[in-house]
């Protein structure tokens, strides 16, 4: 798109850079310049009139107008008139006179009446970052059909939208616009976005292409891949046979098996390296451990903090935790990061970097346990290839509740019979130190009373520095579990059946979901208790009913909408004036068709 410099300027202060993203700037209101016979009140409108009398008086102006459009006679008023204002009304001149008429008994009035020559139009008015008849002029001038339709949009969208910035003789009532029209808005800004999106998209030439093969590996596994597993590997394997370095986000529910398909990566992409970057130290250890029961023909390493002089060339398969960043790492053909949304854009870069050499980059695959809504994911497609996997490899039996004060007796009762058979529960809290706004204990609140009545109680947060060696003690010996979210992703801890999560209304869904997937991860019947002192919530209710991550990333977006303050994993849904990532998804599916993204 060739633009003007003067055009540039006023498309860098409205914040875009094309035709499309300026005709979503729709009109506020309208101005109706139409001659009407009759009075539209409180409205402002147009009469033709002459000007009968004019009276000054000293901080107004009044005049009697004789409207022949109405056919009789109106008084207007001037309060604080300016000099200029005073030549506007001449006595015995007929003229257009603009203004709101209110009638009261009888007598009607035009209140800050002015003349004007610009009759029979509907003129748009617009609140935007450029003054009123600049923003008119650049739309009028340069908002043309074939402007939209350059840059790819269809033309019936174009269209509809294009009828708001030039109306016909109806004036539109942009509170109540058709359904129609609300579509062609969001398909506009769905366009728009997605279109921006694979503009940034960069192709690079791969490090390494290879083809193939994973059957002989998931054959030799003890269990069976699920379907969505094996469809996250076909599109993996698929990206490694291509001259072009991929970029794909492999997004699974909590529990859903991602691990494997991680696995599956490095092996197919044998005899070349990978590298993987996990979030703690916990988790890299775990999948470290993973990797040396179930990749037994590659040469796996971890790195931490801990780790010194380790020669890391003679390694296929390099585990480790944002140590990778600061050591000197050997080419690899493929860089993966888990919990991707843990690490800032910065150090997922300079990890991509570390391993690039000259202009060809390894393969990056990142993985994530936080599910998005479908839509959002479809919107992603974009500038990244995306896998979702929907399903776990086994179904889980978690009985979830919304429990009050008064169940207190019986949750007792429920921890004591848990722990007796060798189970452990989690208590999740709010805070960590008490607070005048909270209505909830904070942990050192509620230690007490449980440190008490139980043994084996062990007790971490987020500031906690020993968290790690908390958990992994915990694992072994404990009972009970006292934590912040801090637990929300990460270690498996194999005998927890029961989750109690104090103050759960303050939470997005998302969150709960999470720690709700701490429980059962073996198969054990599950228990998930969400406290709340509210003595109704609807958002809670939902939850209860539902299993799925991405249909609890929906939710959340519904109720994220609703005005509910949420701490959600993806603050997303907002930038979009119109589009509803919980109920445009056709929307989404066709402007994706449209695309070809």
Same mark, same amino acid.
């Given at each position: 798109?060739?633009?003007?410099?003067?055009?540039?300027?006023?498309?860098?202060?409205?914040?875009?850079?094309?035709?499309?993203?300026?005709?979503?700037?729709?009109?506020?209101?309208?101005?109706?310049?139409?001659?009407?016979?009759?009075?539209?009140?409180?409205?402002?409108?147009?009469?033709?009139?002459?000007?009968?009398?004019?009276?000054?008086?000293?901080?107004?102006?009044?005049?009697?107008?004789?409207?022949?459009?109405?056919?009789?006679?109106?008084?207007?008023?001037?309060?604080?008139?300016?000099?200029?204002?005073?030549?506007?009304?001449?006595?015995?001149?007929?003229?257009?006179?603009?203004?709101?008429?209110?009638?009261?008994?009888?007598?009607?009035?035009?209140?800050?009446?002015?003349?004007?020559?610009?009759?029979?139009?509907?003129?748009?008015?617009?609140?935007?970052?450029?003054?009123?008849?600049?923003?008119?002029?650049?739309?009028?001038?340069?908002?043309?059909?074939?402007?939209?339709?350059?840059?790819?949009?269809?033309?019936?969208?174009?269209?509809?939208?294009?009828?708001?910035?030039?109306?016909?003789?109806?004036?539109?009532?942009?509170?109540?616009?058709?359904?129609?029209?609300?579509?062609?808005?969001?398909?506009?800004?769905?366009?728009?976005?997605?279109?921006?999106?694979?503009?940034?998209?960069?192709?690079?030439?791969?490090?390494?292409?290879?083809?193939?093969?994973?059957?002989?590996?998931?054959?030799?596994?003890?269990?069976?891949?699920?379907?969505?597993?094996?469809?996250?590997?076909?599109?993996?394997?698929?990206?490694?046979?291509?001259?072009? *370095?991929? #970029?794909? /986000?492999?997004?699974?529910? =909590?529990? &859903? +098996? $991602?691990?494997?398909?991680?696995?599956?990566?490095?092996?197919?992409?044998?005899?070349?390296?990978?590298?993987?970057?996990?979030?703690?130290?916990?988790?890299?250890?775990?999948?470290?451990?993973?990797?040396?029961?179930?990749?037994?023909?590659?040469?796996?390493?971890?790195?931490?903090?801990?780790?010194?002089?380790?020669?890391?060339?003679?390694?296929?398969?390099?585990?480790?935790?944002?140590?990778?960043?600061?050591?000197?790492?050997?080419?690899?053909?493929?860089?993966?990061?888990?919990?991707?949304?843990?690490?800032?854009? *910065?150090? #997922?870069? /300079?990890?991509?970097?570390? =391993?690039? &050499? +000259? $202009?060809?980059?390894?393969?990056?695959?990142?993985?994530?346990?936080?599910?998005?809504?479908?839509?959002?994911?479809?919107?992603?497609?974009?500038?990244?290839?995306?896998?979702?996997?929907?399903?776990?490899?086994?179904?889980?039996?978690?009985?979830?509740?919304?429990?009050?004060?008064?169940?207190?007796?019986?949750?007792?009762?429920?921890?004591?019979?848990?722990?007796?058979?060798?189970?452990?529960?989690?208590?999740?809290?709010?805070?960590?130190?008490?607070?005048?706004?909270?209505?909830?204990?904070?942990?050192?609140?509620?230690?007490?009373?449980?440190?008490?009545?139980?043994?084996?109680?062990?007790?971490?947060?987020?500031?906690?520095?020993?968290?790690?060696?908390?958990?992994?003690?915990?694992?072994?010996?404990?009972?009970?579990?006292?934590?912040?979210?801090?637990?929300?992703?990460?270690?498996?801890?194999?005998?927890?059946?029961?989750?109690?999560?104090?103050?759960?209304?303050?939470?997005?869904?998302?969150?709960?979901h999470q720690l709700r997937g701490r429980v059962s991860r073996t198969g054990l019947k599950g228990y998930c208790y969400l406290y709340t002192n509210q003595s109704a919530s609807e958002r809670l209710d939902r939850f209860v009913d539902t299993t799925s991550g991405f249909d609890i990333a929906n939710l959340d977006l519904k109720f994220r909408k609703s005005g509910d303050l949420l701490k959600g994993a993806s603050q997303s849904g907002s930038q979009f004036k119109w589009v509803?990532?919980?109920?445009?998804?056709?929307?989404?599916?066709?402007?994706?068709?449209?695309?070809?993204?």
């Amino acid at each position: 798109m060739d633009l003007t410099k003067d055009m540039q300027e006023k498309f860098k202060k409205l914040g875009i850079n094309s035709w499309c993203e300026l005709a979503l700037n729709i009109p506020h209101s309208y101005e109706d310049l139409t001659l009407h016979s009759s009075i539209q009140m409180g409205k402002p409108q147009l009469i033709d009139a002459t000007v009968e009398s004019v009276f000054r008086a000293p901080n107004t102006i009044q005049i009697t107008f004789y409207a022949h459009n109405l056919g009789h006679t109106i008084s207007g008023v001037l309060f604080r008139p300016k000099p200029y204002m005073m030549h506007q009304f001449k006595v015995g001149e007929r003229d257009y006179f603009y203004g709101v008429i209110d009638c009261k008994i009888g007598n009607c009035s035009m209140s800050m009446p002015r003349k004007t020559t610009n009759v029979g139009a509907i003129t748009p008015k617009y609140k935007s970052a450029l003054r009123t008849d600049v923003m008119h002029r650049l739309i009028q001038n340069n908002l043309t059909l074939q402007n939209l339709l350059s840059e790819g949009l269809k033309e019936e969208i174009a269209e509809k939208v294009l009828k708001l910035h030039f109306p016909s003789e109806h004036l539109i009532n942009l509170k109540e616009l058709d359904a129609k029209t609300i579509d062609a808005l969001k398909y506009l800004e769905l366009f728009s976005y997605m279109k921006q999106l694979s503009g940034k998209r960069r192709y690079f030439e791969s490090m390494v292409k290879v083809d193939a093969n994973y059957k002989t590996w998931a054959d030799s596994l003890p269990f069976e891949l699920t379907d969505e597993q094996l469809k996250a590997i076909e599109d993996i394997k698929s990206d490694f046979n291509k001259d072009v *370095a991929s #970029r794909r /986000m492999i997004v699974g529910d =909590v529990g &859903s +098996g $991602k691990t494997m398909v991680i696995l599956a990566s490095a092996f197919m992409m044998l005899p070349h390296r990978s590298i993987l970057m996990a979030p703690t130290t916990i988790l890299a250890n775990q999948l470290f451990e993973e990797a040396q029961k179930f990749l037994p023909g590659a040469k796996s390493v971890l790195v931490t903090n801990k780790s010194k002089n380790i020669d890391l060339q003679e390694f296929d398969f390099i585990i480790g935790t944002h140590a990778l960043l600061y050591r000197e790492l050997p080419d690899a053909g493929l860089v993966m990061v888990d919990e991707q949304h843990r690490f800032g854009t *910065a150090q #997922r870069n /300079m990890l991509d970097k570390l =391993v690039s &050499s +000259g $202009k060809k980059k390894p393969h990056f695959l990142q993985f994530s346990a936080t599910p998005i809504p479908r839509t959002q994911a479809m919107i992603e497609t974009a500038h990244i290839d995306v896998s979702l996997i929907t399903s776990t490899p086994f179904s889980k039996d978690i009985y979830s509740k919304v429990i009050h004060k008064s169940d207190f007796k019986e949750l007792l009762a429920h921890i004591e019979s848990e722990i007796s058979k060798n189970n452990q529960v989690l208590l999740v809290y709010p805070l960590v130190e008490q607070s005048e706004v909270l209505e909830y204990q904070s942990i050192d609140e509620a230690r007490g009373y449980w440190e008490k009545k139980f043994e084996n109680v062990y007790v971490t947060h987020g500031k906690d520095k020993q968290k790690e060696d908390v958990l992994l003690e915990f694992r072994e010996k404990g009972n009970i579990l006292i934590a912040t979210t801090v637990v929300e992703v990460g270690i498996s801890l194999p005998r927890l059946t029961t989750v109690v999560i104090v103050g759960a209304e303050r939470l997005g869904l998302s969150t709960l979901h999470q720690l709700r997937g701490r429980v059962s991860r073996t198969g054990l019947k599950g228990y998930c208790y969400l406290y709340t002192n509210q003595s109704a919530s609807e958002r809670l209710d939902r939850f209860v009913d539902t299993t799925s991550g991405f249909d609890i990333a929906n939710l959340d977006l519904k109720f994220r909408k609703s005005g509910d303050l949420l701490k959600g994993a993806s603050q997303s849904g907002s930038q979009f004036k119109w589009v509803d990532l919980a109920e445009d998804e056709k929307i989404v599916s066709e402007v994706k068709k449209d695309l070809l993204v």
